[in-house]
């Protein structure tokens, strides 16, 4: 065979066109498309005569194919794909014999590896081709705007997708041969492994190679890579290619997750993990926080890879862990869920080695450090990672408390994303404790207490019985007498035969062992003798120092101290040890068992401690996620409800406050948090754990029962429109209605208690499904108001509220225009209503009232003639009173007077009969006026529509004869109609309210017999003292009023006196509901009464404040009273003392910030006057109402204009609380640039006031805000010069006031003088009764040119400024300045300091 040139693979197709040299090869010619065919066929016979050398001389007319790609038909190119595919096949199949075949020649090799290079390099160019239409296509599929989708979808590229999986296997096969016989047993070369792999690359550069439907060409793509890195040496080549790709295109991390974690596990390559990771770690922190894209690829890739192969992944650890310490937050994101992975899969068990015990520390101590990280996203995504390991259960016990406390305290974040991370890790906490399934710190606080006392006694009984350790203080006291009686006769003469042999040893320190050596052995007469020789030959040498005022007996006896309990040890060293062998075992063998015992105990304790402080934590969340259940955020609130139901489960008592805190989310607006507040009553109380129908029933009614218990009247709303939202679908059993009859009707024994709440829960069932009341009502008649009924009120009224079901939400109509359900007038129900009404009329009961006027408001809901049947019973009522009156008059000289009898001249009443009588005749007149506003206007109308459309049916039938001649009139005659209609509506309207002016109220109605008696109680307070009297009196007065706007006209002087004058909350509140009432039935007469409504909320009794700060709330958002000028009394209510007030007023701004600007508006007004000197509101309470005020302030707008409005209302400031109210209402504004240049504007308006340091700190504050904001630099300049400006004044004024205060000694003004805080703020109640003070107010215009007639020898007076909103005339005038207080002198300092600056 002859030599053929040597292939050289090229960089660019293009090359192999030019002559590269001799012995090169180049390509002669390329063939046109049209002659493509030929040469192709030309190919596939030379390829079955010769195999695959065959391409040696064919190579040009595949080139060609190559070449001409874009323009040859689509059949000629997918012919050359399969000549191709079967010529490297046949080589590959060839290449292992010709490989082992030792004889051969150079020239049959080259010509081999030229074949080789070649096939290789026209198929893989192929596959490129066809891969890059594919994309082509792909892209062009994507296109919205191209038409014929349909046409392309169907083209080679589409084909080429399903079939690249052979041709990567094929690849495969031939990169498995030991190629390196044909390079002469080098290694292969390195450029056609790159042409081998470039394909595979190339494929998953293809954004769709992640779909599912392709993983068999992942793997295909997975296997060619292995083959290269296993026998061609790629390991560095694909490390850099994996790690600019991973860079490049976000798509292939998954990808080549995978990838390395199978080289890894199945061909050995863990040293390329090793190569990637460092490869990742060397780059540079800051270039990743401005790349994105890439940080992306290389965070997804990191945490998967750790996911597939984490004690790998563990291994390179160290090399990632300085991006913990950049600016991307993703990558530490994927570093933390690298570790966490660790923790779960590799480091997790007791059996750990110390070393894997200290990396599993290292690890969760940087997991929780970052809990508090900069970024909120890598906050939430730490929280995030340790619920994982909660719920993998691989948190040490050791770890508990610590990592509960961080999430706690992450609860308060500012991210909604990681205080919901946070409920969802303390929700883990408690799925997956170790402790115990009830969690009640209060339960465990008893049982570790008994236990500690137990470990305690355990301990006492375990310690040696050997002799207690005697110190050598202790020693020494014991035998002071007798050293002390031996040294005593020292110094008296010396017995016969006693011999001096002591001698005093050379050094002190030989002479002080000698000494504690005599004292050991209890000679004390020789040691004190040696002792008074070496005071006299080491004098002042130590230890021989005595002072010099003390005898010689004493130093003797302080330095034998010394010298004994210095040199002693704590045992005594003379007693031989006692431990033989034989009593050591014995000892052992006897307390082993109870020293296991004791680690048992301890370790009881230990767990027992871990669990309450667990218990301890849970509960503090709870008070705070509680709180969370009001937050903005759908998901938060979601998260919390989920949380509380999960902590029921557990046990833990305040779970309960939580569920009930959660019932009022069941009116929200978001459909999410419905659905959540329904599931979580749906897991806590329709999925009891017991076996029987009967049991499930009897666990549901208990635990509704049980939130039913002390409930408010909200609470139970709340309850109600979740029961009937079960029932309404079917999820509530009919076992469950028949236990609460069966309670209901004492079949079932039960308390009082359970009886009521299991009607409440049936009441509560009908609002879904009336027929349960409806088919059931002789028995709920016959039972609940039965002779017992006297016994408790509370029973029957509960009945009237359940019955009021049948009239509140009837059964749906079959005709829109049927007749409303009513029962008739003899119907059984009234009977035993009236009756019990009229019994009870004449005992005294403190629920009696509370009944009565349920049982009116039923009567008028459901009966026929409803006036009559409350006539009589008014009328049986006050024939038993009259009766009464007059036995007591009978008896009057008898029994004297009584503390609970009411009495004028002719005679003395029971105050419980008299109270009794006013409460019914008030609910009466409220029911007679409802149902004539409200029934029988709705019955008139109906009956009108009825024959309206009766007689259009008639003129209908009546005009088809006619319709030729009557074409035009149509038209007109219904718009007769619908004018006919109007005025109906109108006529109707009229006549009600002629009837409430004119005839509820006239001396034929029932009604008035009674105003007088009202009317007398109400203005005769001393007489009529009884707290309870007077508040029902002016209740039915106020419910009076409502009747006609004559009476109401007449009596609202009374009304409002005793609301201002009255010295009983009750009455008060009892008015102001009264008032607010009255304020929409007849808002003309109230309106100009609404100063002494504002006057409430400065009331001295927080239940009053409370009650006014509700009405004024309901007022105003219904727009029923105009806000301007007082507004300011309710913001205070944002520091009263009692904190459900505080929460009426956050309430009532935060529904006022949802109509527009309202709030907005309303801030110029409200800081004018609470800044007010006599306004009496001290500075940090300012600050704390403006904070809150000015959190509703988000529009940029707004805050542009106040910045303006604030700056210019210095100039009309008088004090200096003025100037710092102002200037701190301007630092609470997030200022932008455009606020930025207002105050630069407006400069000039406060540049005097700077001298002031609380001003200057508040400008600070707003240029320091306005900084971490994120400034541009043309921007940047500006705050500059501001900021500078603001120096300069504050210097300067500095200067001057100092130069002030040496030269001239001027004084400076005194400050304003402040009223004591209770002054203004809680008036006390004038006991005086006079109604001079409460004349009706004159008109508004009468008013205001009296005002300002009076107002015009005022020298100051409060500065208000309006809005920039549109406002009425009248508001306009209201807002502006007037002459006095227009300021009639400007300070020169503004213009003369800008001309400085200049």
Known sequence: MAAAPAFHLPLAPADLLQDGGPGRYVVREVLSARELPPALAAFRAAFRAQGALAVLQHFDCVYSVLHHFRTVDTAVKEDALELMMHVVSHHSNDLPAILSDSGLSHADRTAHLNALKMNCYLLTGLMDAFEMETCKNSCFEADPGRKSRKNHAKTSGSLWEEE??????????????????????????????????????????NPSIGLQRYRVTREALTHLLAAALVHCNHMFSATLKITQMLQHFEH?????????????????????????????????????????????????????????????????????????????????????????????????????????????????????????????????????????????????????????????????????LVVKNAIQLLAAFLSNNPFSSKLSWTDLDGPLKKEVQKLKEMRDRSRPTAAPVITPEEEWEAMLPEVRAATQQLFQPPQEGEEEVLEVEETVERTVEQITGLLKKLNYKSAARLTQKALCRFQGKEPFIGPGEENEEATILGVLKRLYTGSCPGENSEDPPRDNSSDKTEEVVQEEQPQTELVKQEMLVHYLQDAYNFSVKITEALNLIGKLMYENSVSVVQEAIEFFVTVSQFGVPQALLGVRRMLPLIWSKEPGIKEAVLNAYRQ???????????????????????????????????????????????????????????????????SSLERRAALMLLGMMARGKPEIIGSNLDILVTMGLSEKACEDYRLPQEVCNVISKLASNPEPAVEKNSAPFRLPQNHMLFGCLSETVSKGFAQPSSHWIPFMEAAVTLIYQLAEGAEEICADILHVCSQQALEKLQEAGEEKSDAGDSPHRVSDGAGSLSTFLLLHLVALVGQVALQQVVYLEVSVSAELRRRRLLKEEKTKKQSDTSTKKQRPQSTGNETTMEEELGLVGATADDTEAELIRSICETELLDGKHLLSAFVPLVLKICNNPGLYSDSALSAAAALTLGKLCMISSEFCDSHLCLLFTMMEK?????????????????????????????????????????????????????????DMVKVKGQVSEMATLLIDPEEEIVGVAQNFFGELANKGNAVYNLLPDIISHLSDPNSSIEEESFHTIMRHLFSYITKDKQTESLVEKLCQRFRT??????????????????????????????????????????????????????????????????????????????????????????????PMPAPAKRKPIGSSRRQPLSPANTDDDFVTPPPRTLRNHKRAQKSRPRKKAIITFSSDEENNSEDELLAELREEETPTKTTPITRSSARRLR
Not at 183 to 192: R, S, Y
Not at 315 to 329: A, F, K, Q, R
Not at 1087 to 1106: F, G, I, M, N
Not at 1231 to 1248: I, M
């Open 1213 to 1306: 400031a008088r004090t200096e609380r003025q100037y710092r109210d102002l200037s701190h209402c301007l630092a609470l504004l997030p200022v932008s640039e455009r606020g930025l240049r207002k105050l630069q504007d407006n400069y000039d308006c406060f540049a005097d006031k700077l001298q002031d340091p609380a001003v200057y700190n508040c400008f600070q504050t707003v240029l320091a805000r306005f900084r971490r904001a994120g400034i541009k630099p043309e921007t940047k300049a500006l705050a500059e010069e501001l900021e500078q400006k603001l120096s300069a004044s504050h210097n300067r004024g500095l200067d001057s006031t100092e130069t002030h205060q040496t030269g001239c000694q001027t």
């Open 252 to 416: 292939v991390a998954p990808v080549f997750a995978q990838a390395v974690s199978l080289w890894a596990k199945e061909y050995g390559l863990k040293s390329l993990v090793g190569e990637l990771l460092r490869e990742i770690g060397q780059k540079c922190p800051q270039d990743l926080a401005r790349e994105a894209s890439g940080v992306k690829g290389y965070a997804t890739f990191i945490s998967e890879l750790a996911e597939q192969i984490p004690t790998l992944v563990l291994s390179n650890m160290s090399v990632l862990l300085p991006h913990l310490d950049g600016e991307s937050y993703t990558m530490r994101n994927a570093i933390l869920a690298a570790m966490a992975e660790v923790l779960v899969q590799v480091l997790n068990g007791d059996q750990l080695e110390e070393v894997a015990r200290g990396t599993r520390d290292k690890f969760l101590d940087m997991l929780q450090a970052h809990v508090c990280d900069v970024h909120s996203f890598v906050r939430s995504r730490v929280l995030q990672l340790f619920t994982r390991i909660v719920q993998c259960k691989a948190l040490p016990l050791t770890r508990f408390q610590s990592v509960v406390s961080l999430a706690v305290g992450r609860l308060k974040d500012k991210s909604v």
């Open 1062 to 1118: 009255s010295t009983l909350p009750d009455v008060r509140s009892n008015l102001i509901i009264a008032a607010g009432d009255l304020a929409i039935r007849f808002p003309n007469l109230v309106e100009p009464w609404t100063s002494h409504l504002y006057a409430r909320l400065k009331d001295p009794c927080p239940s009053v404040r409370q009650t006014a700060g509700l009405v004024m709330t309901h007022l105003i958002l219904k």
């Open 684 to 750: 806590l109380y329709l999925s009891p754990s017991e076996d029987s129908e009967r049991a499930k029933a009897q666990a549901l009614v208990h635990s509704l029962s049980l939130i039913m218990m002390d409930a408010s009247l909200g609470t139970i709303q709340c309850l109600e429109e979740i029961i009937s939202e079960f029932v309404q679908k079917d999820e509530i059993k009919p076992a469950v209605t028949h236990l609460l009859w069966e309670r209901f009707t004492e079949k079932s024994p039960c």
């Open 164 to 205: 690249r999986e052979p041709f990567l296997q094929l690849l495969t096969q031939l990169l498995q041969l030991d190629l390196r016989q044909l390079w002469g047993g080098l290694a292969v070369e390195e450029e056609f492994v790159s042409l081998m792999t470039g394909s595979c690359y190339r494929i998953l550069e």
